[in-house]
């Protein structure tokens, strides 16, 4: 559950317990959802998790009776604060005793972290137990307990004191100077929650703005002599030896200016000076330290003024270091997440915010309009996130996870408060949905779903763009730049990185074609699409998570179609690229007049030889050895001296040999035989072909010579002959191939034809040997369909 939506699940879970009176079927239905939503184990480290849970079991069950006029629930709850508070006061007396002090301190910290749970659900149950709380701010601070409870105290003193009906004087000034201590002595998590309580106690209560102002003037006094120190002489040991100051200047100065908007005249009097961007024009000099931790600390600073001041991330020179820091590869990755942090902390106070504001709506909505105060806010949050989504988003394409992390923390809470049109975050979040780690995965998933929801077909209208942005994100990710990006996971299942992509289009026939479609279109040889992508993609393509047999047949279909298409088109170029061998130049015969002559213009008799249809030669010789070196003899001899033609055409190539092994690849995945594949026709009706897909175990999709030629990088190799022969060998097995494209019919005692001979010939050696023939299903009734040898569909009558 995210917790921008925590109040919806609320609202939903309190309708539905409300039900648990019903009739059997609802009754027995809600005992299910909650025992799942509740009563299932949590992992232990996920704190978060567990808190979410808990508060919402405490807010549901407060939340349903409170149209009751018993209130077991509320009770309950007091009783249950009461004693745990009775407990804290055990706890502290028995700290004394050496032995067991430190069980005892887990427990006095477990006992107030279950109290500030309670608070922030109901902070009135703790009223009276103000007083009580109070003097734990003064704990004396040596391990970590002691600081988790000065923290809790804090944060159940800034809900509870301005609920409280004339606290005493002393009491409030009490609190007020332990938290002032507690600024000054202790690190960051102190000060902020400190910082945080002062500003409840403060501005709601106390208004000792004087008090404050002193505060921020020490510090920020510090930081303005320390810049002037830095501005004469940047060298100045005296500012190293001032760094811890430094730092904790930077960091206090932000934190008390997100709590506490100092131009108030309450604050500064009659004073013309602009606090806020004094403050902005300090923090900003600091951010171009040269030390990587004063920059950091200045980060977090201008976040903290950024929450109470959010108009200053217009300010030009703000727009610059935040999406310098985002979009700059070199920058450091501490800076790129501490800026992310500072927008996902922003968002998160506003969300806040806006809560609040809708909940006072309710309350007095007849009398003043506060909906559109809420509005105005959510205008403003979404001019900011227009500012800078597009290097939040970019930042998906960075190597550390971290980096990612809260990139798409910043996105969903983005897309959740509705502050920008989803459609231009789908490709991001489909290639986020490829992350290595489950939890970024889940979540990129989860968004788009409910952009889905919201808006249908605008995932399938993002769908290539995102496969395209998901490659890009495998190349950041790849620590190893010599292995080629894979498009699968690497583990017993072996699932296609963008399998959740495919299962949300395959429910639309439609959809799932174009998309199929356009995937295949990208190995054509004019899409001059990259070979690493190219093995991507078809690493996708081999391992989607087809359920019905329609699906694979119907990419078979098209690649077979832009097999013809490119494997013409790439024979055709390097034909033309071949000189003439004026030594052996001749007129050949009408009845030898070889394809090359006709297309390119070549009159060598040995290109002619090479060139000639397999089935003009003699039969016996056809398949010998020393024929096909002939042929490949013959070409080499017709080579240009520019090796370029020769690179193009093994890159070009690698498109159709990827083709050729997804063929292969899914005829063996699926069983079906060649008959089968023949057979199927697109128009087709749907039903012909919705039986489900039984796929054979232990089929894996492994382009040999793709990943050969991306490990040696051949497109920047030295062409020596050896390799020169093996392209050319390539090239006649191609030709061999389109010759023979499509199968003839089985002669009428079974046996196969010489054609068909021929065409498996090329194809096992264009894959590197691996037979093609389908061993999985040699026959009709074979297939994963499991119909009779006669089929019965309209393919069969077609032929």
């Given amino acids: ?17 409300r039900r648990v009176n019903d009739e059997e079927g609802i009754k027995k239905l809600v005992n299910e959802t909650f025992q799942k939503l509740w009563f299932t184990p949590t992992p232990h480290h996920d704190k978060e998790a567990m808190t979410r849970k808990i508060l919402n079991i405490t807010d549901v069950l407060l939340k349903s009776e409170e149209d009751a006029s018993y209130k077991p629930v509320k009770k309950a709850c007091t009783q249950l604060v009461d004693n745990l508070v009775e407990h804290i006061l055990k706890y502290e007396e028995s700290l004394s005793d050496s032995d067991n002090k430190g069980v005892n301190s887990g427990r006095l910290v477990a006992c107030i972290t279950t109290l500030f749970l309670f608070s922030k659900i109901r902070p009135q149950l703790m009223v009276k137990h103000a007083m009580t709380m109070q003097p734990y701010l003064t704990t004396k601070c040596s391990t970590q307990n002691d ?14 004191v301005p609920l409280m009906e004339h606290p005493s004087e002393t009491f409030l000034a009490t609190i007020e100077e332990d938290l002032m201590k507690l600024i000054i002595k202790y690190g960051m998590t102190v000060v902020q929650h400190c910082v945080s309580c002062l500003g409840a106690v403060v ?41 811890p100051a430094l730092l ?51 980060i977090i600073g201008l976040g903290f003024a950024f929450i109470q001041h959010p108009s200053l991330m217009f ?41 609040q504001a809708d909940r006072d709506w309710k309350k007095v909505a007849k009398q003043e309009d506060l909906k559109e105060m809420g509005d105005i806010s959510s205008g403003m949050s979404s001019s900011i996130m227009q500012l800078y989504l597009k290097q939040v988003l970019e930042a998906f394409f960075h190597n550390q996870s971290s980096v990612r992390h809260f990139a798409l923390n910043v996105i969903a809470l983005t897309l959740n408060q509705g502050l920008i049109h989803p459609v231009q975050c789908v490709p991001y979040l489909i290639a986020m949905g490829t992350d290595p780690e489950p939890s970024m995965r889940n979540k990129a998933d989860q968004q788009l779903v409910e952009i889905d929801k919201k808006y249908a077909g605008f995932i399938h209208m993002k769908a290539v763009a995102g496969m395209k942005m998901s490659y ?71 391992c989607f998570p087809y359920q019905t047999q329609e699906e694979p047949l119907f990419i078979m279909h098209h690649i077979d179609i832009t097999l013809s298409v490119s494997g013409s088109n790439l024979l055709q170029s390097f034909k033309e690229s071949m000189v003439k061998d004026k030594k052996k130049e001749r007129k050949p015969s009408s009845g030898e007049e070889s394809e090359s002559d006709s297309n390119s213009g070549s009159g060598s008799e040995s290109e002619a030889e090479a060139s000639k249809p397999r089935r003009l030669r003699k039969r016996v010789d056809s398949d010998s050895d020393s024929d096909e070196e002939n042929d490949i003899n013959a070409v080499m001899k017709c080579l240009p001296e ?14 159709i040999l990827l083709l050729l092994m997804l063929k292969q690849h899914l005829k063996n995945l699926c069983g079906f035989s060649d008959s089968k594949i023949q057979k199927y026709s697109p128009s087709e009706s749907a039903k012909v072909y919705d039986k489900a897909i039984n796929r054979k175990t232990g089929v894996h999709f492994h382009p040999k010579q793709t990943l050969d030629f991306l ?69 009709e009734d074979d297939e994963s369909d499991g119909e009779d040898r006669g089929g019965g569909t309209s393919g069969v009558r077609r032929r």
């Avoid at 520019?642 to 498109?655: C, W």
Wanted: hydrophobic share 35%; net charge neutral; glycine share 4%.
């Fill in 1 to 17: 559950i995210e917790q921008p939506t925590f109040p919806k699940i609320t609202e939903m879970c309190v309708k539905m317990i």
């Fill in 147 to 160: 600081f988790m409870v000065i923290c809790n105290v804090a944060k159940i003193l800034e809900l509870v």
């Fill in 203 to 243: 501005n709601k209560v106390t208004q000792n703005y004087k008090f404050v102002w002193a505060c921020f003037n020490r510090y920020y006094g510090a930081l303005s002599k320390l810049k002037s120190q830095h501005q004469e002489d940047p060298n100045s040991t005296i500012l190293t030896a001032n760094k």
């Fill in 248 to 298: 904790r200047s930077l960091f206090t100065v932000g934190a008390l200016c997100r709590h506490f908007d100092f131009d108030q005249e309450d604050f500064k009097g009659n004073s013309k000076v602009n606090i806020k961007d004094k403050v902005l024009e300090l923090l900003m000099y600091f951010t171009k330290h040269s030390d990587e931790e004063v920059q950091t600390k200045a």
């Fill in 315 to 355: 300010e030009q020179e703000v727009k610059t270091l935040y999406n310098s820091i985002l979009s700059d590869k070199n920058c450091s990755v501490n800076l790129k997440i501490q800026v992310l942090k500072n927008l996902q902390t922003y968002l998160q106070e506003e969300d806040t915010r806006m809560q």
């Fill in 472 to 542: 890009q994100v495998q190349q950041a990710i790849n620590t190893c730049p010599k292995d080629p990006v894979r498009g699968f996971r690497h583990d017993e299942s072996s699932s296609a990185l963008c399998s959740h992509l495919y299962s949300m289009i395959r429910g639309n026939r439609q959809h799932r074609r174009a998309f199929l479609i356009s995937l295949l279109n990208l190995f054509d040889d004019t899409a001059k699409t990259e070979v690493n992508m190219l093995l991507y993609i078809a690493d996708n393509l081999a």
């Fill in 642 to 655: 520019n090796s370029a033609p020769l690179i193009e055409f093994a890159n070009v190539s690698q498109g």
């Fill in 711 to 779: 490990r040696s990088d051949m497109a920047n190799s030295k062409i020596t002959e050896e390799v020169k022969r093996s392209i050319v060998k390539q090239y006649l097995d191609f030709k061999l191939l389109m010759e023979h494209l499509d199968p003839d019919e089985e002669e009428e005692d079974g046996e196969v034809s010489a054609s068909t001979n021929a065409r498996n010939k090329a194809i096992t050696s264009l894959l590197g040997g691996g037979s093609p023939k389908n061993n999985a299903a040699e026959t």
